[in-house]
């Protein structure tokens, strides 16, 4: 039924896509004309899936009743994983389908989307879609594909931030998570009731630097967090880029970050707030003056309190989509996904930020609610990707698929079908270095049980992890002659996966993001 082809123009998708309904019965070709589905696209920022009720993290860090609703109601995945942990190459991998080196972003310093490309929101337009975006972007070049969009320039702000509206400067007071729900809702209630959408709801939050809305600042109750396993991790037994990077809770959040100094661009109401809540306790955290772990301990509990307000941000933007569904009859012919484009570190390895190979960066949260499709309250284990989701809109939405996507369509998992050939390895590689936090270039592939990694740039080894025995990725185990054949055969899976996805011998010098944008350029967006 799904045809692969090459997607030269839009004519041609609009004519594979008769042929492709031609191809269903009689009954069910009608059944998918009359009823193809809206998509309702939720992406947060830097969303960890250990900070989601629904995915039980034992440190129970923060309750989200409307995320968690998505996967009560639907599908909830366990290993969805990205090809490149950062937000610029994820947020390109989305909309292509495609790997970094094949669609030409590969970091977030001098990288630019090729907007020309295909991408899914262009195809669905073209078939009679409406398509909009509203909040995060992050990749450089304008919106293309959308009806309308609505951006925050670069990484945006959490308070009263500029946007770009189709093309127009605009400036709002508010908080963003908030601003982009708001804008979102008003698109929808303004669409052409006649056609499905497309909304890409994206969210700044909860990405670094953390600041929560005024009316979360108080939810923890000054809890004390639990610890994450590893959070004084020494990296033995791991490679020099394990013990090289730069971006530790102990040594590399800034008193910024921490919330030692007050935020720019609040109004007077807005800082009132801020400082009611965060004054009392940093003169107390000055009074004390904690040293060594303990001092470690304190940012974890500040970082974790911030996080997570954010992130209740996050839900309560969700509860307000759902129940816009809700009160105007749409849920049920409407596709929801709730995901990030990464995942994060909450102090496992003594880390924030994301980048490596490693499961807590290389895991995003995915839920996923398609009602009389998706049976409720299910869970996939299998290796799933952000590569896969442009496929999967384009089979729900009865379209054909480009034969050069890298990914593979969601949509017989979804229906609970469990494919004999599902994928039992993916590639994964990064690219930015040596800024900003200094973490390797990386390739390396990963299967349900290990993990297969060469670390390059101005250093050449390889680790093998094998998750079941060692979940949390401490032990280095390839010199273990009991792992001679599994690293043989990784290598060699390694090898075909590279050559399968045509992964060039050697990045392009632009590839590191080391020669960054001009300023220029950087100021104008
Ligand atoms: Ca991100």
Redesign the pocket.
Known sequence: MIQRFNARSIGHLILASVVAASTLGAGQASAAEAKRPNILFIFS??HAYQAIGAYNDPRRLVETPQIDRIGREGMRFDRCIVPNS??GP?RASVLTGKYSHRNGFYNNSNSRFDGAQPTFPKMLRAAGYQTALIGKW?LVSDPSGFDEWQILPGQGVYYNPPMIHNGERVKHEGYTTDLITDFSLEWLKKRDKSRPFLLMAQHKAP?REWSPPARHLGHDGDRVYPEPETLFDDYSGRGKAEHDQDMTIAATMTPHDLKLTPPQGLTPDQLAAWNAYYEPRNAAFKKANPQGKDLVRWKYNRYMHDYLGCVKAVDDSVGRLLKYLDDEGLADNTIVVYT???G?YLGEHGWFD?RWIFEESLRSPLLVRWPGVTKPGTSSPRLVSNIDFAETFLEAAGLPIPEDMQGRSLVPLLKGQEPADWRKSFYYEYYEYPQPHHVRPHHGVVTDRHKLVRFTGDVDYWELFDLKTDPHELRNVLDDPANAKVVAELKAELARLRSDLKVPDEPPPEASGRNTRPAAKKAAR
């Open positions: 920022d830097d950062i937000c994820s992050h990405h990030s484009d990464q994060f994301k």
